[in-house]
């Protein structure tokens, strides 16, 4: 197969072209559940894998360091001009490689080595780059960070309040990585307004969601949307940063030549394709789809006894609590990936165990959905993985192996974009 799709690279170097291979029968055959995944489209992989690659391109269209842009140039502003139509922003930048160098721009930008920024907590479901202390924005910001209430393990917003008011943080961050509810922006921006400080939403979770009106838009209620392009907004590994023009010069002083050097062109066109490919309806349809197959996931989970965080979900994402199942989650993960479930292990919060075998796991829809399941396959979801866990706590790996069986099975019949037919 990789033969016929990768000819060059199987005759070349047959030895990785074989890690290419095995990687494409693991995507197709297995039940990818962790939320930041996705499948790119064919046309989105064949951008990322352009000549595209060879150019050096520091600089924005019409302002470069290097001569020969007349296509490089095209690709950039048709990526940019589709990020501003499709989240109604006044500017955009897609050269961040990723979302941390994204996150990192925001604070060359709008804050100075020293200066106080707020963030979620990670364990609480906040990002490395919000100001936690092992993260680089840590040590060198003074990070404080809220989390979620004990009681019902959503947002407490006049906890936020009170925290912002007290520090007066030059930046706040909202948005996270195992947040399971809708982000109330607005309430945000009247928070950083009051504290006078710049509010950055770090979508990069739901960015899909937002963009297929499955999730409201921060655009409007922040100082800058800072998101990543390969989750739910379904494009290659890369990262871009929007804003009102005002801040527009700052952002793009920082991101280059501030932090980074050349963009990396191929990627800029596979986030040109991806925002062209969520601007249709279809993608509408998709993000909708994503957050119905969560809720219904979490339905059949919570009805086969598991312990949500914050009871359920709005979005793509469910942040399972296996303390009462006995199983921590580093254990049950593993064994979900015996069964062909991919999943990651995560804290949950107020977790009193640690963030390498903490006791949580982290899923999400967004993989599955691009595979054209829906919710009538959430409850088989749901029971695959409350056969595993448990086989788990009992050591039963012949339950593994036959959830594995069935998962592939299932999976053979919906097919992953991107992916060869088996
Ligand atoms: N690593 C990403 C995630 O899995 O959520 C966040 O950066």
Redo the contacts with the bound molecule.
């Keep these: 197969m990789t033969a016929r799709r990768h000819p060059a690279l199987s005759a070349t170097d047959p030895e990785l072209a074989s890690f290419v291979a095995a990687e494409e029968t693991l995507q197709a055959q297995t039940l990818r559940l ?4 996705n499948y790119v489209s064919a046309a989105v992989l064949e951008a990322s894998g352009t000549v595209l690659q060879n150019k050096y391109s520091e600089g924005y269209p019409g302002r470069r360091y290097y001569e020969g842009q007349q296509n490089i140039d095209r690709v950039e502003s048709l990526a940019i001009e589709r990020a501003k139509g499709l989240f109604g922003v006044d500017h955009a930048n897609v050269q961040p490689y ?3 160098p994204a996150n990192l721009a925001v604070y060359l930008a709008f804050a100075r080595p020293g200066d106080t920024v707020m963030g979620m907590a990670l364990p609480m479901g906040g ?3 919000h100001g936690w202390g092992v993260s680089a924005t840590g040590s060198w910001f003074r990070g404080v960070q809220y989390g979620v209430s004990a009681e019902t393990g959503r947002i407490d917003y006049d906890a936020v309040r009170e925290l912002a008011l007290a520090e007066r943080p030059k930046i706040i961050f909202c948005g ?3 947040l399971p509810r809708t982000i109330d922006f607005e309430a945000f921006g009247s928070i950083a307004k009051e504290a006078g400080s710049i509010l950055v939403a770090d979508v ?2 739901i960015a899909g969601l937002i963009a297929g009106g499955a999730h409201p838009s921060p655009a409007g209620h922040v100082d800058v949307i800072s998101t ?1 392009t390969h ?1 739910t907004l379904r494009g290659p590994r890369g990262a871009m940063l929007m804003c009102r023009e005002e801040h527009a010069k700052a952002i793009d002083k920082a991101v280059f030549p501030g932090l980074q050097g050349g963009p990396h062109n191929q990627t800029t066109a596979g986030i040109a394709v991806a925002l062209h490919e969520a601007a249709q309806p279809a993608f509408v349809t998709y993000a909708h789809a994503v957050v119905a197959n969560a809720k219904a996931l979490a339905a059949s989970l919570l009805e086969r006894g598991f312990d949500l965080v914050s009871g359920g979900t709005d979005n793509h994402l469910i942040l399972l609590d296996l303390t009462s199942r006995g199983v921590p989650g580093k254990v049950a993960a593993k064994a979900l990936d015996r069964a062909g479930i991919v999943v ?1 292990y995560n804290t949950v919060p107020f977790d009193p165990r640690k963030p390498f075998d903490p006791s949580g796991i ?1 899923i999400g829809t967004p993989s599955l959905t691009s595979r054209g399941l829906s919710v009538e396959h959430m409850p088989v979801v749901a029971e695959w993985i409350a056969r595993a866990v448990d086989a788990a706590a009992a050591s039963d790996e012949r339950t593994l192996s036959a959830v594995r069986g069935e998962v592939s099975e299932l999976m053979a019949a919906f097919p992953a974009p991107g992916l060869p037919l088996s």
């Design positions: 962790i939320p930041s995944e990723s979302g941390s990002h490395l780059t996270g990585t195992a990069a979770h990543t989750k990651n982290r």
